[in-house]
């Protein structure tokens, strides 16, 4: 007996098992990364994998990048003498002076290296950093410098292993195809959406161009995961609707139950790298709320670092322990010398943090010859050095959650540039491809794992909320 192919598809409909519904509470947006370590070697290739979990299909919607630059490298500095013909066996970190250190690191920038902590209590410790006596043979570990971020040159192709396609005909300059490294770009919509199987993978290639340059490159799929055993077409999605409680709102529809609302997160970064910092973001009991989109900043101290008050302050000293460094410091116009203040004068947090030369005023820091003047005007001390923690340099790693469904908004810790965009707001906001729906009494937790930087960090989840919606009919 011939059976028809129309008969075949009616038979499979009538003992097909019902398909599970999908609804927009089972949408929600997902960020799929890699990373790659690179050691600046033009030529090395270095291979990722992106597994896709296996609560559900994954759909690609932008593709984008960021580098996690390691910018600190050792800092050599000569025997302190502190005054004396022969160098003693121990000296005061303080008493390191800017004539010490070499000049490309007063232009780039240079910091106090961070030490292991000391127990709380431990004899023979200091409070400040800068009243640390070091052995000479530990002078090298005392400064890094912070060179200036780099720009990064690398090639890199895709292919999807569940279907064996690559994305690419050949490896593809990251210029040409992802845009800038600092994140000043728009996220590069894909075409078309990918779509990825659970436990599919896809797999990418990085081959290095840039010499010298070293750390973290992070690659990142933006797009929507859709919690559901099989594949929903996308044009079923976009009719969706979330449940009576929390619905999505129709375009072109207005009501005065629906208004746009942002949730604000602000985390306190100390600049102590590998360090974790977490918060809570609650949603109160007047209404859902619907996150669209995600902005961050950093709030820092500014980037003046004062010197004069601190010379003023040995000019006027007559205490004998400052007599030779006064004699040292100013000349008989009272203009000072550069190559003789010492750490001390600048304070710990700045040190910390890490300070350089102002760049519109290298000619009057420096002489002709590279080093720095002894005759710099009084006038100019507050002014020729300036912070290196600015808010656009900023790195971190985060991940966001929501704590009420234990549901990850991404597959790892994400860079910030690769995940969104620059720190300086010279970008869109972060759109997620999905609006994630969030029930009065639920919560948005934000982790954060610190790089470069410190202030306060400030994460907004820009959005809508329904007022007086019913809190019934969780996911």
């Not at 845009?179 to 290095?208: C, H, M, N, W, Y």
Request: proline residues 7%; hydrophobic residues 40%; charged residues 20%.
């Amino acid at each position: 007996m011939v059976v028809s192919p129309r008969a075949l598809r009616g038979a499979a409909r009538r003992f097909a098992p019902p398909a599970m519904p999908v609804t927009a509470t089972s949408l929600i947006p997902y960020d799929q990364a890699v990373s790659f370590t690179l050691r600046g070697a033009p030529g090395n290739i270095v291979e990722g994998v992106i597994n896709v979990g296996v609560d559900g299909v994954f759909v690609a919607t932008a593709i984008g990048y960021g580098f996690e630059e390691e910018r600190a490298r050792d800092l050599s500095l000569p025997l302190i003498a502190a005054g004396a013909t022969t160098p003693p066996a121990t000296f005061r970190v303080g008493d390191i002076t800017l004539g010490d250190i070499s000049s490309d690191a007063l232009i780039d920038g240079f910091r106090l290296k961070a030490s292991p902590a000391t127990p709380a209590g431990a004899a023979g410790t200091s409070a400040s950093p800068l009243e640390r006596i070091s052995a000479q043979e530990a002078r090298n570990g005392i400064l890094e410098k912070i060179n200036t971020p780099a720009d990064i040159s690398f090639f890199f192709s895709m292919v999807d292993s569940s279907s064996g396609r690559e994305l690419q005909d050949e490896p593809v300059n990251n210029l040409a195809s992802l845009g800038r490294s600092d994140g000043e770009r728009p996220f590069r919509l894909l075409p078309k959406p990918l779509s990825f199987a659970p436990r599919s993978t896809l797999r990418l290639q990085v081959i290095e161009n840039s010499e010298g340059v070293q750390g973290t490159l992070f690659i990142v799929l933006y797009g929507y995961k859709i919690l559901a055993p099989s594949h929903c077409p996308e044009p079923i999605m976009r009719s969706l609707h979330g449940l009576p409680g929390c619905p999505t709102e129709i375009i072109g529809l207005p009501s005065e139950r629906v208004f746009p609302y942002d949730y604000v997160g602000n985390l306190e970064l100390l600049g102590q790298p590998q360090r974790f910092v977490q918060q809570d973001i609650n949603i109160n009991v007047e209404g859902g709320f619907i996150a669209t989109s995600l902005g961050y900043a950093l709030a820092t101290d500014g980037q003046t670092v004062r010197l004069a008050a601190a010379l003023e302050r040995i000019r006027n000293s007559t205490a004998a322990a400052d007599a030779e460094l006064k004699k040292r410091l100013f000349n008989a116009f009272g203009d000072v010398n550069l190559n003789a203040v010492p750490l001390a004068l600048f304070g710990t947090q700045a040190l910390q943090d890490g300070i350089h030369i102002r760049p519109g005023l290298l000619r009057v820091a420096l002489n002709d010859g590279g080093r720095l003047t002894s005759q710099l005007s009084s006038a100019l001390a507050d002014k020729v050095f300036e912070s290196i923690n600015r808010a656009e340099d900023v790195s971190f790693r985060y991940t966001i959650l929501d704590s009420s469904t234990g549901r990850e908004l991404q597959n790892g810790l994400i860079n910030n540039i690769a995940g969104l965009g620059s720190a300086d707001g010279v970008r869109p906001f972060k759109t997620f491809a999905r609006p994630m729906i969030f029930l009065p009494r639920s919560a948005i937790r934000v982790v954060v794992q610190e790089h470069f930087g410190r202030g306060r960090l400030f994460l907004v989840f820009q959005g809508y909320k329904l007022a007086g919606t019913a809190t019934r009919g969780r996911r």
